[in-house]
């Protein structure tokens, strides 16, 4: 009994199997190869909402009966995993060792380890630890036509040939379907603090952050959050127009030190501290933090991913709230401030927002966006907006070298066609 | 179409390539030619990278290949006459990089000074089918620059300016040719810097850094070059130019500013590169440890790294190195060590006192004979200084080195590092180790005379056994030279046909043509060139 899925983005799934193993997967894979039936994959479903609609779903192939630590040396800080395993479990394992994969994306409970490295999804944390590509070691990929293969492997330092990982890492499926995984892990922080400040623009809370970091402050994660953002994770917050969260992981005496350093830097530089959290408080805050801007049930929300320069994020953050007033929606803003990443979560309380307008405020915001070297992600909203707009909006002269790729290694197009960038 | 060889005959078959044989009209530098090869080309280990070199003692008339006059004034006019070598003598500079194993001189070395040039030149190689081949300073241990089959090499040396660096951001925008070591002279003032840092920081260059995915004894916490490169500007063997990646994070796409670092300069030519800017660290404390034998070394590293220490670097010198080290330097290594390790850790200054005494405290443990702290900056120098002239003082020692590079998971280095000494010694070629043993990516340096009959051979083969006893433990080919001429033919040792197959399609969609530096990375069988 395969899973329940009707439709992908509007599009009908019109047959699912559920492979027991990478070699079930790869004969799956084979016969529909040889019948040109296109093929999704399918991990947790965290992320079934990025992209553009499929052209078609033939087949759905769900990789989470692949799944299991496969190996596991905690003095070589390496661990090698099958497709299908939860994060959460792999944390759950690591963390006997003291160890973690520094990874946080939305719904570590549900999301599988290969559909995030499929998206590249990451979390506040990669300002210290990076993303998925500073991470992945070694990668075992089922290609359309059944075929296996595998790159890099247990090892840190790993120049042999091209380096494979990189191709796989967010290319949503449509070049091969990871069955196996191996990442560096590192071992947790002795200490974790979390820091929440208020500011009364995006500004003072991103000109805090500099100041911050050439005081030679080394946050794990720094946040800038508008007051409805932050409210989803911390209550009595009404009074902050924007909350800068830092989180610090080090030694206990180097956290401390840390903390009394921004104390000093706040009643010098303006900011005000809301609260200061132990390590305990800081796990959970964080693991709230992590799933903020992607709530599970939220039917009829718009989720924008923008990125940008530093100099260019707080006037993107000012057209991201002009688009949330032209649509008559909620706006909550999450910006990656170390990374100058903002996503935006719009929210419609009683009605929906009409499509065309709606499409038509994102392509101006998103020409806007481009034109000082940004992007604009549509990371999600209703499939009859989708038809109106590519959300990926990514059109450099690269796309046609991407093209090159994907016809190399899906020369009939059957992987996720149409899903990405360019209509890969 | 006037080709003699085989070689020439292969690259004919599109139909536009214009080589003719050119025979040298120098006495002189025919003779130098000759002793070149005398030098490279003595076994059939280097006939087996280039089937055309000419056999030694042979009367054959030594012909190099060189282009059409035509085509040398059309790269002419691109960089001037100042700034073209064609001649034999000046080739012979561009022959090899910093693997000397292997040489085949190009026909003509170009060096551009800008981006629009460099796409001139591409041009101009790919309308008449000549193969080019990207360069930086040339230190690369594999072979990536070598000109193979001949061709165009583009020398970038000239491409050296950092455009800018923005410390808002954390990125510097610079050319290919700026050296690794000036990038951070420029950035540090203003308390950034360019965290990867291979032995040949002084010299080499990003262009090279990029093409090599270069490590370096900090990479173990800071990570290679590849998780320092934002975006790229990259001329494509088809002479169209694309940016990779943005400056602005999470470029939508397939990741191909990831792919194209280490791709050891078969993928187009980058012209212009945006790193990402690290942070100085606060402080930085170094240990130097000496132990009674490498297994005990090798254990200490091993439980550092599981108490949860990531030391910024953590070296280790085997026996014969440390010797040689104390024979020639005033360093004044410890002498009876069998191993020694220079540990260092940078970050905060309040975690920094902590963790050293942990780490002095693990040394302890595994017996370590010797242990020093470094108490100023001088005498931190003075703890690294033994290590960066490790390699340099085993060249007084014998007349060639081989050094090379392979990497095992790092709690098998001290298993594997005595088979490899056991191989060694049964066929009799002194070697020392260098190791940047937290990555567990091991450095053995062969001592061999190559005027000497049959010397090469042997090495050769030491290498190929060498090779096998790191994937027998599940290491790879290498940690941070890249494969390039030297090891291509040993991808099948490790890599499935499946797995090349993927990677050869990575190259056709860039490089359909494999005009780009051919001959490298892929075994023999996937060149149309070989």
């Given at each position: 009994?395969?899973?329940?899925?009707?439709?992908?983005?509007?599009?009908?799934?019109?047959?699912?199997?559920?492979?027991?193993?990478?070699?079930?997967?790869?004969?799956?894979?084979?016969?529909?190869?040889?019948?040109?039936?296109?093929?999704?994959?399918?991990?947790?479903?965290?992320?079934?909402?990025?992209?553009?609609?499929?052209?078609?779903?033939?087949?759905?192939?769900?990789?989470?009966?692949?799944?299991?630590?496969?190996?596991?040396?905690?003095?070589?800080?390496?661990?090698?995993?099958?497709?299908?395993?939860?994060?959460?479990?792999?944390?759950?394992?690591?963390?006997?060792?003291?160890?973690?994969?520094?990874?946080?994306?939305?719904?570590?409970?549900?999301?599988?380890?290969?559909?995030?490295?499929a998206t590249n999804a990451s979390g506040p944390i990669r300002f210290r630890y990076g993303t998925a590509r500073d991470l992945l070691l070694g990668i075992q990929v089922v290609h359309a036509d059944g075929t296996q293969t595998r790159a890099g492997g247990k090892l840190v330092k790993n120049v042999t040939g091209y380096d494979m990982c990189k191709l796989y890492i967010g290319s949503l499926g449509t070049l091969g379907i990871i069955s196996e995984l191996t990442f560096k892990v590192q071992p947790k922080s002795e200490a974790i603090a979390t820091v929440m400040l208020a500011y009364p623009t995006l500004r003072a809370a991103l000109e805090a952050t500099q100041r911050f970091l050439r005081a030679d402050l080394m946050p794990d994660a720094l946040e800038a959050w508008n007051s409805a953002a932050f409210q989803t994770i911390a209550e009595g917050a009404e009074g902050a127009p924007w909350a800068l969260l830092l989180r610090f992981g080090e030694t206990d005496a180097a956290v401390r030190w840390q903390l009394d350093r921004l104390r000093e830097l706040v009643s010098s530089g303006g900011g005000s501290i809301l609260n200061v959290l132990g390590t305990a408080e800081s796990e959970e805050i964080w693991r709230r933090a992590a799933s903020a801007r992607a709530p599970s049930a939220d039917g009829?929300?718009?989720?924008?991913?923008?990125?940008?320069?530093?100099?260019?994020?707080?006037?993107?953050?000012?057209?991201?709230?002009?688009?949330?007033?032209?649509?008559?929606?909620?706006?909550?803003?999450?910006?990656?401030?170390?990374?100058?990443?903002?996503?935006?979560?719009?929210?419609?309380?009683?009605?929906?927002?009409?499509?065309?307008?709606?499409?038509?405020?994102?392509?101006?915001?998103?020409?806007?966006?481009?034109?000082?070297?940004?992007?604009?992600?549509?990371?999600?909203?209703?499939?009859?907006?989708?038809?109106?707009?590519?959300?990926?909006?990514?059109?450099?002269?690269?796309?046609?070298?991407?093209?090159?790729?994907?016809?190399?290694?899906?020369?009939?197009?059957?992987?996720?066609?149409?899903r990405f960038v360019g209509g890969i | 179409?006037?080709?003699?060889?085989?070689?020439?005959?292969?690259?004919?078959?599109?139909?536009?390539?214009?080589?003719?044989?050119?025979?040298?009209?120098?006495?002189?530098?025919?003779?130098?030619?000759?002793?070149?090869?005398?030098g490279s080309c003595s076994s059939d280990i280097i006939s087996k990278f280039d089937p055309n070199s000419i056999p030694l003692g042979s009367d054959k008339v030594i012909q190099e290949w060189l282009l059409e006059p035509a085509i040398l004034e059309e790269l002419r006019g691109i960089v001037g006459a100042e700034n073209m070598l064609a001649s034999p003598e000046e080739l012979m500079t561009y022959e090899c990089d910093g693997l000397a194993l292997h040489r085949h001189a190009p026909d003509a070395v170009v060096l551009p000074a800008s981006h629009e040039e460099v796409a001139r030149i591409v041009e101009v190689a790919r309308k008449h089918g000549i193969p080019f081949i990207p360069r930086g300073a040339g230190t690369g241990l594999s072979g990536g620059a070598l000109?193979?089959?001949?061709?165009?090499?583009?020398?970038?040396?000239?491409?050296?300016?950092?455009?800018?660096?923005?410390?808002?951001?954390?990125?510097?925008?610079?050319?290919?040719?700026?050296?690794?070591?000036?990038?951070?002279?420029?950035?540090?003032?203003?308390?950034?810097?360019?965290?990867?840092?291979?032995?040949s920081q002084m010299v080499s260059s990003i262009g090279g850094n990029l093409a090599e995915n270069a490590g370096g004894p900090h990479c173990l916490k800071y990570g290679m070059t590849t998780n320092h490169v934002v975006a790229l500007q990259v001329v494509l063997p088809s002479g169209e130019t694309v940016e990779l990646g943005s400056r602005a994070a999470d470029c939508p796409g397939y990741d191909l500013v990831g792919v194209f670092t280490g791709s050891e300069g078969t993928l187009g030519v980058a012209t212009r590169v945006v790193l990402k800017l690290s942070r100085l660290p606060q402080s930085a404390k170094t240990l130097l440890a000496g132990f009674r034998s490498m297994k005990e070394a090798c254990d200490a590293v091993s439980v550092i790294i599981a108490r949860g220490i990531i030391p910024a670097a953590l070296e280790m010198m085997d026996r014969r190195m440390v010797r040689t080290v104390n024979a020639a330097t005033h360093v004044g290594l410890p002498a009876e060590a069998d191993a020694v390790?220079?540990?260092?850790?940078?970050?905060?200054?309040?975690?920094?006192?902590?963790q050293a005494d942990q780490v002095a405290e693990i040394c302890r443990q595994h017996n370590c004979q010797e242990l020093r702290v470094a108490k100023s900056e001088e005498e931190r120098q003075m703890l690294w200084k033994g290590r960066k002239e490790a390699f340099g003082t085993l060249g007084r020692m014998t007349r060639d080195l081989y050094l090379h590079d392979a990497v095992v998971p790092r709690n098998r280095l001290s298993e594997v590092v005595s088979r490899i000494y056991?191989?060694?010694?049964?066929?009799?070629?002194?070697?020392?180790?260098?190791?940047?043993?937290?990555?567990g990516n091991l450095h053995p340096i062969l001592l061999f005379n190559r005027t000497k009959d049959g010397e090469e051979a042997k090495i050769l083969d030491l290498v190929r056994e060498m090779l096998r006893i790191c994937i027998d433990a599940g290491g790879t080919l290498s940690g941070e030279h890249g494969i390039g001429a030297e090891k291509n033919e040993y991808m099948d040792m490790l890599l499935s046909a499946a797995d090349l197959e993927a990677m050869r399609h990575v190259r056709t969609a860039f490089n359909p043509d494999e005009l780009c530096n051919p001959g490298k990375i892929l075994p023999g069988r996937f060149s149309r060139f070989c």
């Amino acid at each position: 009994m395969p899973g329940n899925m009707p439709e992908i983005d509007g599009v009908p799934v019109e047959r699912e199997a559920v492979p027991q193993s990478v070699e079930e997967l790869a004969q799956a894979a084979k016969e529909a190869y040889a019948q040109n039936l296109s093929m999704v994959a399918v991990g947790g479903g965290t992320q079934l909402h990025l992209g553009n609609p499929p052209r078609s779903v033939r087949l759905a192939l769900h990789t989470r009966q692949l799944r299991g630590v496969v190996e596991y040396e905690p003095g070589n800080l390496t661990v090698s995993v099958r497709a299908g395993t939860i994060l959460q479990e792999l944390q759950d394992l690591l963390g006997r060792e003291n160890q973690f994969l520094p990874l946080d994306p939305p719904h570590p409970e549900r999301a599988t380890i290969g559909g995030l490295l499929a998206t590249n999804a990451s979390g506040p944390i990669r300002f210290r630890y990076g993303t998925a590509r500073d991470l992945l070691l070694g990668i075992q990929v089922v290609h359309a036509d059944g075929t296996q293969t595998r790159a890099g492997g247990k090892l840190v330092k790993n120049v042999t040939g091209y380096d494979m990982c990189k191709l796989y890492i967010g290319s949503l499926g449509t070049l091969g379907i990871i069955s196996e995984l191996t990442f560096k892990v590192q071992p947790k922080s002795e200490a974790i603090a979390t820091v929440m400040l208020a500011y009364p623009t995006l500004r003072a809370a991103l000109e805090a952050t500099q100041r911050f970091l050439r005081a030679d402050l080394m946050p794990d994660a720094l946040e800038a959050w508008n007051s409805a953002a932050f409210q989803t994770i911390a209550e009595g917050a009404e009074g902050a127009p924007w909350a800068l969260l830092l989180r610090f992981g080090e030694t206990d005496a180097a956290v401390r030190w840390q903390l009394d350093r921004l104390r000093e830097l706040v009643s010098s530089g303006g900011g005000s501290i809301l609260n200061v959290l132990g390590t305990a408080e800081s796990e959970e805050i964080w693991r709230r933090a992590a799933s903020a801007r992607a709530p599970s049930a939220d039917g009829a929300d718009l989720w924008l991913k923008l990125s940008a320069l530093h100099q260019s994020i707080t006037d993107m953050e000012r057209r991201m709230v002009e688009l949330g007033e032209r649509l008559q929606a909620r706006t909550l803003l999450f910006c990656h401030a170390g990374t100058s990443i903002l996503y935006g979560r719009y929210h419609w309380v009683q009605s929906e927002c009409e499509c065309g307008e709606m499409a038509r405020a994102i392509v101006e915001l998103r020409r806007q966006c481009t034109a000082i070297g940004g992007h604009l992600v549509v990371e999600k909203v209703r499939p009859e907006v989708k038809r109106g707009l590519d959300v990926w909006g990514y059109e450099a002269p690269a796309l046609e070298l991407m093209r090159r790729v994907k016809k190399q290694f899906d020369p009939k197009g059957l992987l996720n066609p149409g899903r990405f960038v360019g209509g890969i | 179409m006037h080709c003699k060889s085989d070689r020439g005959k292969n690259l004919a078959t599109n139909g536009t390539n214009r080589f003719v044989p050119f025979v040298a009209a120098f006495a002189f530098s025919r003779q130098i030619v000759a002793e070149q090869r005398k030098g490279s080309c003595s076994s059939d280990i280097i006939s087996k990278f280039d089937p055309n070199s000419i056999p030694l003692g042979s009367d054959k008339v030594i012909q190099e290949w060189l282009l059409e006059p035509a085509i040398l004034e059309e790269l002419r006019g691109i960089v001037g006459a100042e700034n073209m070598l064609a001649s034999p003598e000046e080739l012979m500079t561009y022959e090899c990089d910093g693997l000397a194993l292997h040489r085949h001189a190009p026909d003509a070395v170009v060096l551009p000074a800008s981006h629009e040039e460099v796409a001139r030149i591409v041009e101009v190689a790919r309308k008449h089918g000549i193969p080019f081949i990207p360069r930086g300073a040339g230190t690369g241990l594999s072979g990536g620059a070598l000109a193979r089959f001949g061709g165009i090499v583009i020398a970038l040396t000239r491409m050296k300016s950092i455009r800018e660096l923005d410390f808002e951001n954390r990125q510097a925008i610079v050319q290919p040719g700026v050296i690794n070591l000036d990038l951070s002279r420029a950035a540090s003032p203003s308390g950034y810097y360019f965290a990867p840092d291979p032995s040949s920081q002084m010299v080499s260059s990003i262009g090279g850094n990029l093409a090599e995915n270069a490590g370096g004894p900090h990479c173990l916490k800071y990570g290679m070059t590849t998780n320092h490169v934002v975006a790229l500007q990259v001329v494509l063997p088809s002479g169209e130019t694309v940016e990779l990646g943005s400056r602005a994070a999470d470029c939508p796409g397939y990741d191909l500013v990831g792919v194209f670092t280490g791709s050891e300069g078969t993928l187009g030519v980058a012209t212009r590169v945006v790193l990402k800017l690290s942070r100085l660290p606060q402080s930085a404390k170094t240990l130097l440890a000496g132990f009674r034998s490498m297994k005990e070394a090798c254990d200490a590293v091993s439980v550092i790294i599981a108490r949860g220490i990531i030391p910024a670097a953590l070296e280790m010198m085997d026996r014969r190195m440390v010797r040689t080290v104390n024979a020639a330097t005033h360093v004044g290594l410890p002498a009876e060590a069998d191993a020694v390790l220079i540990i260092e850790l940078d970050g905060l200054t309040s975690a920094l006192q902590v963790q050293a005494d942990q780490v002095a405290e693990i040394c302890r443990q595994h017996n370590c004979q010797e242990l020093r702290v470094a108490k100023s900056e001088e005498e931190r120098q003075m703890l690294w200084k033994g290590r960066k002239e490790a390699f340099g003082t085993l060249g007084r020692m014998t007349r060639d080195l081989y050094l090379h590079d392979a990497v095992v998971p790092r709690n098998r280095l001290s298993e594997v590092v005595s088979r490899i000494y056991e191989s060694a010694d049964r066929v009799g070629v002194p070697l020392a180790c260098l190791a940047h043993a937290g990555d567990g990516n091991l450095h053995p340096i062969l001592l061999f005379n190559r005027t000497k009959d049959g010397e090469e051979a042997k090495i050769l083969d030491l290498v190929r056994e060498m090779l096998r006893i790191c994937i027998d433990a599940g290491g790879t080919l290498s940690g941070e030279h890249g494969i390039g001429a030297e090891k291509n033919e040993y991808m099948d040792m490790l890599l499935s046909a499946a797995d090349l197959e993927a990677m050869r399609h990575v190259r056709t969609a860039f490089n359909p043509d494999e005009l780009c530096n051919p001959g490298k990375i892929l075994p023999g069988r996937f060149s149309r060139f070989c």
